[in-house]
């Protein structure tokens, strides 16, 4: 019989907002007593209420020993809070995990690392927070160096790193340091794409040596490529778990049912900044026919994202997907061209022009990231979907179906004489 390396039984998560969480000084604590105190006095002392809100809901799975699975889902959908509560970095507010094995970890950048150690001190020390012995690490520790390839900053306190030194470091140690049970979130994005497909190798590698692998990623090649099992997650309760393909096809199905409704009742945005602005409208605009949900491809045509509120040094970020959800190209507004203009008259939306859609046919989904002061504002995913119909490409008709890829370069042949 398998062994189970992970059993959730009815885990619940929930938050209270408003309140801020977090280390406060001695003074702060003191002080803030006696304003309680005082309130109390002066019949001021009714407990204030905060709203709560539910990040898992009666979570339940188990996962066997080598298995690789992929959390799929929203932002907000629990990912992430699952896996710390796996990880014991917090503790459900109903229910129970059992884990069965030695963790490892990487869910935010630095997780684990002490600012003010060095490099060296920290894979030390991440070692033996494992339940390594000294001489253990020491036997990989040459492996951890050359794989994060850190080997000029590692007497260097880490919090001195980038943000991409920093995950190149915590990936090597949670991977190489013998981890029976691998925890891997979003994080691995942060570094360069050499990385990150050394990383992949690397999960893969560990994988097959019989650790069992959580993998959150918004990359569904990823997890298809990685994973054999998939557990989607939406509002904090599990939808969907089975082998990975049927989880990634209920995802989509629920992203593209998405992207119909009012975008500004979605909640499943990623909103870091300080503003307040949310993405309302976005639409495809066909040079020939209009606002479109059908593009002929090779035309010319145009996305146009509409906000709420604009604000100083606003830049959008488009990413274009196929059906299956991976990602084709990405428009980014801050990679400006000297033929980019900033109009006045475009007060609350972005336009994005494009000179001829190269896309075959097929459908496809709009992703959008708005960014003001170098800051997210918010993002969505699947916040609009349109498909295209063969057309032409610099003269050259495009295939109506089959084929492979995504996209129609303009190219010229060279051939000999019939």
């Known amino acids: 019989m398998p062994n189970v390396a992970i059993e959730t039984h009815e885990i619940s998560k929930s938050y209270k907002l408003g309140l801020a969480y977090g280390y406060g000084t001695l003074r702060d604590s003191l002080v803030g007593g006696l304003k309680r105190t005082g309130k109390r006095m002066v019949g001021r002392g009714g407990r204030k209420q905060h709203d709560s809100l539910w990040a898992l809901r009666g979570v339940t799975f188990e996962i066997e020993s080598g298995e690789t699975v992929g959390l799929i889902g929203h932002n907000g959908a629990g990912k992430s809070t699952i896996l710390k509560v796996l990880s014991r970095i917090i503790e459900p507010t109903e229910g129970w995990a059992e884990v069965t094995g030695r963790v490892g970890s990487l869910l935010e950048v630095g997780t684990g690392f002490h600012p003010e150690l060095t490099g060296r001190e920290n894979i030390f020390l991440n070692g033996a ?49 013998e981890p029976e049970i691998l925890l891997v979130d979003e994080v691995l994005a942060v570094g360069d794409a050499a990385f990150q497909r050394k990383s992949l190798a690397k999960m893969s590698e560990v994988a097959s040596a019989g650790s069992t692998v959580i993998f959150v990623s918004h990359n569904l090649a990823t997890i298809q490529a990685l994973c054999q099992r998939g557990i989607m997650l939406e509002r904090g309760q599990v939808v969907a778990d089975g082998p990975v393909g049927e989880s990634v096809n209920h995802y989509l199905r ?7 409704d009012d975008l500004l009742e979605r909640i499943d945005r990623d909103g870091r900044g300080q503003e307040v602005t949310r993405i309302s409208r976005v639409a495809l605009y066909d040079d020939e026919s209009g606002l479109a949900d059908v593009v002929v491809g090779g035309r010319p045509a145009r996305i146009v994202v509409e906000f709420t509120e604009q604000l100083p040094m606003m830049e959008c970020e488009l990413t274009i997907l196929n059906s299956l959800g991976h990602p084709i190209t990405t428009l980014d507004s801050s990679l400006s061209s000297p033929a980019d203009r900033r109009q006045p008259e475009l007060s609350n939306q972005i336009e994005c022009m494009l000179g001829g859609l190269p896309l075959v046919p097929g459908r496809y989904r709009i992703d959008v990231v708005l960014r003001a002061r170098q800051e997210v504002q918010d993002g969505l995913q699947a916040a609009a979907y349109f498909d295209v119909e063969p057309g032409l490409v610099d003269g050259r008709p495009m295939p109506e179906t089959g084929g492979d890829g995504d996209v129609v370069l303009p190219h010229l042949w060279r051939l000999p004489p019939f």
């Open 254 to 260: 629920v992203l593209e049912r998405s992207a119909s």
């Open 129 to 177: 927070i494992l339940g390594m012995r000294r001489a253990e690490i020491r036997a990989r520790f040459d492996e951890i160096v050359e794989f994060a390839d850190m080997g000029r900053f590692l007497d260097t306190p880490v919090k001195r790193y980038s943000s991409g030194m920093s995950v190149r470091l915590a990936f090597a140690v949670a991977a190489h340091l």
